[in-house]
């Protein structure tokens, strides 16, 4: 599998920003995919994971840092997971990363995630 993530940049806080990853290699809507952030310093954290379930449903676990900004959503037509991010606060900067787990359901542990992608800067200004 590999993934590539891609959206970041710089914006003032209260603005917004929608981070791609697209997959290759397998269909992401047979596995868990997920969004993790690292800021300089500190460890990689989870940001929000989605699985789907059936044709239409989707399962989403946002961490509570971002449960009401943050929104997570695929597009099984182009293998293609999203991150909408609205309100970015200054705490929101980081690397964030796309990742994909064989586990059955949505899960916010680093070491369920077996394939990352290289990450993109996002850079909230206060």
């Known amino acids: 599998v590999q993934l590539q993530a891609s959206g970041g940049g710089l914006v003032q806080a209260g603005g917004s920003l929608r981070l791609s990853c697209a997959a290759s290699g397998r269909t992401f809507s047979n596995y868990v995919m997920g969004w993790f952030r690292q800021a300089p310093g500190k460890e990689r954290e989870f940001v929000a994971s989605?699985?789907?379930?059936?044709?239409?449903?989707?399962?989403?676990y946002y961490a509570d840092a971002v449960k009401g900004r943050f929104t997570i959503s695929g597009d099984n037509e182009k293998n293609t997971v999203y991150l909408q991010m609205n309100n970015l606060k200054p705490d929101d900067t980081a690397v964030y990363y796309c990742?994909?787990?064989?586990?059955?359901?949505?899960?916010?542990?680093?070491?369920?995630?077996?394939?990352w992608g290289q990450g993109t800067q996002v850079t909230v200004s206060s």
């Open positions: 989605i699985r789907r379930s059936g044709l239409s449903t989707y399962y989403t």
């Open positions: 990742a994909c787990s064989g586990k059955s359901w949505v899960t916010r542990q680093t070491s369920d995630y077996n394939y």
